[in-house]
T-cell receptor, first 116, second 114 residues
Framework: AQTVTQSQPEMSVQEAETVTLSCTYDTSESDYYLFWYKQPPSRQMILVIRQEAYKQQNATENRFSVNFQKAAKSFSLKISDSQLGDAAMYFC?????????????FGTGTRLKVLA | GAGVSQSPSNKVTEKGKDVELRCDPISGHTALYWYRQSLGQGLEFLIYFQGNSAPDKSGLPSDRFSAERTGGSVSTLTIQRTQQEDSAVYLCASNQRLAAHEQYFGPGTRLTVT
């Protein structure tokens, strides 16, 4: 069975600085998708960025980028120029590729605090 | 357009009572998921529906939990004979189709069992 591990329960970053959130996963599949979701205090989960495992190029969305290391099964999220609005819980998630299950597996989350 | 909505936003119930939680997915989305988020934990998959296909119920923790989706739209998660360990936030999400990657989440229902 697949697992997702987020080893940092909480992180802090100074406004305008850069922070990296870690995520590792375990799978025997070769085709899958990885996601980072943001959950602000409103509880509404928002997709931040996604990565297809077959793509070697790391995904980027504005100030958010990932470092996808397939062999190491690592999928970290880098937030550049951190803003107060980035403060939230961040969840890493895994989903099998087209030949697998459609279930999503989430990590336990990292709470990000942004300091003014 | 409107996003995923859930009701009620908060629910307090006594141990042993039954509760129903409702989810309205985005119009036209054929896939619908239910998750449970306990305090300090990640999201735990409960069930998903795709169109008229049989749902994947493999995440339901016990036979006290059930869900249905009527007319391929609104879904109801029912918890019978609630226990204190059922206290959690229940999140619903919909995908445009099962194979689509992006899930759109509702704001959740916070269930407290006293």
């Amino acid at each position: 069975a697949q697992t997702v591990t987020q080893s940092q329960p909480e992180m802090s970053v100074q406004e305008a600085e850069t922070v990296t959130l870690s995520c590792t996963y375990d799978t025997s599949e070769s085709d899958y998708y990885l996601f980072w979701y943001k959950q602000p205090p409103s509880r509404q989960m928002i997709l931040v960025i996604r990565q297809e495992a077959y793509k070697q190029q790391n995904a980027t969305e504005n100030r958010f980028s990932v470092n996808f290391q397939k062999a190491a099964k690592s999928f970290s999220l880098k937030i550049s120029d951190s803003q107060l609005g980035d403060a939230a819980m961040y969840f890493c998630a895994y989903r099998s590729g087209p030949s697998g299950t459609y279930k999503y597996i989430f990590g336990t989350g990292t709470r990000l605090k942004v300091l003014a | 357009g409107a996003g995923v909505s859930q009701s009620p936003s908060n629910k307090v119930t006594e141990k042993g009572k039954d509760v129903e939680l409702r989810c309205d997915p985005i119009s036209g989305h054929t896939a619908l998921y239910w998750y449970r988020q306990s305090l300090g934990q990640g999201l735990e998959f409960l069930i998903y529906f795709q169109g008229n296909s049989a749902p994947d119920k493999s995440g339901l923790p016990s036979d006290r939990f059930s869900a249905e989706r009527t007319g391929g739209s609104v879904s109801t998660l029912t918890i019978q004979r609630t226990q204190q360990e059922d206290s959690a936030v229940y999140l619903c999400a919909s995908n445009q189709r099962l194979a689509a990657h992006e899930q759109y989440f509702g704001p959740g229902t916070r269930l407290t069992v006293t």
